[in-house]
């Protein structure tokens, strides 16, 4: 028997989900990217760090009066704040859910193949720590932008307000692991805006491509976790997760407006402050700029929209089943 096998459920019925999760970890020694060459580390500097068009203000005004000075720093730092976003997604979201399912919070997921799928990410999630780590050192290095402090993130930040109203443990646990599906859900559309991009430097391209590489398997994974747990999980648990699972939509498709009024204003952008302020009403409809299917359709396979709770808790977002 091939060792990689050993401690396998067999015995499990081979489920849709399961066969494709076990398709997913048997490639993983030849897919994921930290098993294949390093990265080019080379700069250049007279490519754009960032694509404009993502900065949440790129059409207003103000900035666009801006010097082309400022304007560059201003793209160097949006590159800055979009990989943090994906440090904090890997070290604040996804590591400790998966942390919770190695210790066995997690109903469902106790089985040989999930936990080296668990186990497997946890190495892809550090090794994309590392990606980005590199790329953000060396735009700071060469832009002069060492002393720029990225604040938390309202995705982290509403999932622990979050967690923090809750008064049991396998709540916060279950809070955690559905910020962790949506945001593996989602992160691979996210670094789609800049992987296929080649008009900014071909070091931050690379750095994204690399990442999002893994992270297509990494949203099946999700996927066919939940579909793994969510129907291990007691009636109350199924109703938490229900009404649970839509809220990290809106957390994720936050503009993150907080963190650009400290930016600039840590740039010396006297304008900064009327330049977000005039933003923030378009954060209302933020939810309607992400692409929520694979969400809609995990909740509808899982059964989450035949719960009153999964009903009610998507259609506040004006999701429907
Ligand atoms: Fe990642
Ligand atoms: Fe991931």
């Known amino acids: ?96 859910s998966c942390n919770d399912a190695l210790e066995g919070r997690i109903p469902g997921l106790e089985g040989g193949l999930m936990r080296k799928l668990v186990c497997e990410t946890l190495v892809d999630e550090a090794y994309h720590l590392l990606l980005v780590e590199n790329a953000s050192r060396i735009t700071r290095h060469y832009r002069g932008l060492g002393d720029i402090r990225i604040p938390t993130f309202n995705l982290v930040r509403f999932m622990e307000e979050a967690k923090a109203g809750c008064s049991e443990g396998w709540q916060r646990t279950l809070v955690q692991l559905a910020t962790s599906v949506v945001s593996e859900i989602f992160v691979s559309d996210y670094l789609h805006q800049l992987s296929d991009c080649h008009t900014i430097q071909t070091l931050n391209r690379a750095t994204v491509a690399a990442h999002r590489h893994d992270e297509l398997a990494h949203s099946k994974v999700f996927t066919g976790l939940a579909e793994t747990f969510y129907p291990a999980l007691d009636r109350k648990q199924q109703a938490f997760f229900a009404e649970v699972l839509p809220k990290p939509i809106e957390w994720f498709a936050d503009m993150e407006l907080d963190i650009w009024d400290d930016v600039l204003a840590q740039l010396g952008i006297v304008q900064g402050r009327t330049i977000v302020a005039d933003c923030r009403p378009m954060n209302a409809n933020a939810v309607r700029r992400v692409d929520y299917s694979g969400v809609v359709n995990l909740g509808r396979n899982i059964g989450v929209f035949d719960t009153m709770n999964g009903r009610d808790s998507f259609g506040l977002l004006g999701i429907a089943a």
């Open 1 to 96: 028997m091939d060792a990689s096998l050993i401690g396998y459920d067999h015995h499990d019925e081979p489920s849709q989900s399961r066969q494709l999760l076990l398709r997913i970890s048997e490639s993983w020694n030849t897919r994921a990217k930290v098993r294949r060459e390093a990265l080019d580390l080379t700069f250049e500097p007279a490519r754009d760090d960032f694509l404009e068009t993502l900065l949440p203000f790129h059409q207003h005004p103000l900035y666009q009066a801006l010097s082309e000075c400022d304007r560059q720093r201003i793209l160097s730092c949006g590159w800055l704040i979009y990989n943090d976003k994906t440090v904090a997604i890997e070290t604040a979201i996804v590591t400790p």
